[in-house]
């Protein structure tokens, strides 16, 4: 990769799973890349690391603006930082709501904040927000986390108008289920012990284990990032995952409503 095509890139949640292979992809392919996450590990990687938690204004502002200081730009900036909680709408407490959305949505919105100033300067920049399959249905026992990445979807198609005058892109991300920590770190609800809906999360939460257990490596992941990259013109929506659930993303568009409802709880056996 030439000089002119290498590109400063900020990546959130880089300390495992997707946001660790995309950025070893990366770093590899001669981007200067930066991995940010709560604690950085110690051991040697190929890109370099800072301590970044995107549930703190203070923290977002001193790890943007470091970056911008050593690398003196920020080209890219993708937002992949993102908890999970496995619970009924019901049972999710109120204090879970708030710890998942201050991640999912607050966390990205804080990293947009601050690096849009640094791109604007520029006159150039783009901003990968990693949604999800997820985030175009809603689906049983991960409410909450749809939730979060519906609404990223609302934020990355309001900001790609508001910023194109300024030379900057954005662009999602809608991974399907991929292998990665990702499963083993989703937190189950403190309210759900007990819960009359205990047998079908039981039977929900099973499922989504083993679709997420068979999905993709999370090195999978790297190369489509670096093609949104690479890309003059970069489209809105981007998808990677296995077939089927591209495909149920083009249902949902196409079927009716309960029809694809019915499916989808099919799928999770909660009919």
């Not at 890139?9 to 890349?33: D, F, K, M, N, P």
């Not at 249905?137 to 986390?145: A, E, I, K, W």
């Not at 998808?239 to 149920?248: D, M, N, R, V």
Request: overall charge neutral; some cysteine; aromatic content about 6%.
């Amino acid at each position: 990769m030439s000089q002119e095509q290498s590109r400063v890139v900020l990546i959130t949640g880089a300390s495992s799973g997707l946001g660790r292979a995309a950025a070893e992809h990366l770093a590899a392919l001669g981007h200067r890349v930066y991995g940010a996450s709560r604690r950085p590990t110690a051991e040697p990687r190929p890109y370099e690391t800072i301590a970044l938690d995107v549930t703190d204004d203070s923290s977002v502002a001193r790890g943007v603006a470091a970056v911008a200081e050593a690398a003196g730009r920020i080209d890219v900036l993708i937002n992949n930082a993102g908890v999970g909680v496995a619970a009924s709408i019901e049972d999710t407490t109120m204090e879970e709501a708030h710890w998942l959305m201050e991640t999912n949505f607050f966390g990205a919105l804080r990293m947009c904040r601050a690096a849009l100033p640094i791109m604007r300067a520029q006159g150039n920049g783009l901003i990968i927000n990693i949604s999800s399959i997820g985030g175009l249905m809603g689906l049983p026992f991960q409410g909450l986390y749809s939730a979060s990445k519906f609404a990223i979807e609302g934020l990355s198609e309001a900001l790609r108008m508001e910023v194109a005058p300024y030379g900057i892109h954005v662009a999602l991300l809608e991974p399907g289920d991929f292998h990665t920590p990702f499963t083993g770190n989703r937190r189950p609800s403190a309210a759900a012990e007990g819960s009359p809906y205990a047998e079908a999360r039981a039977r929900a939460l099973a499922v989504i284990e083993a679709d997420e257990t068979n999905g993709y490596p999370p090195e999978a992941i790297g190369p489509i990032l670096a093609r949104i990259i690479a890309s003059k013109r970069p489209r809105l929506r981007y998808q990677a995952g296995a077939a089927e659930q591209k495909l149920a993303a083009l249902l949902k568009r196409l079927l009716p409503a309960g029809l694809f409802e019915s499916i989808l709880r099919d799928h999770y056996k909660v009919g």
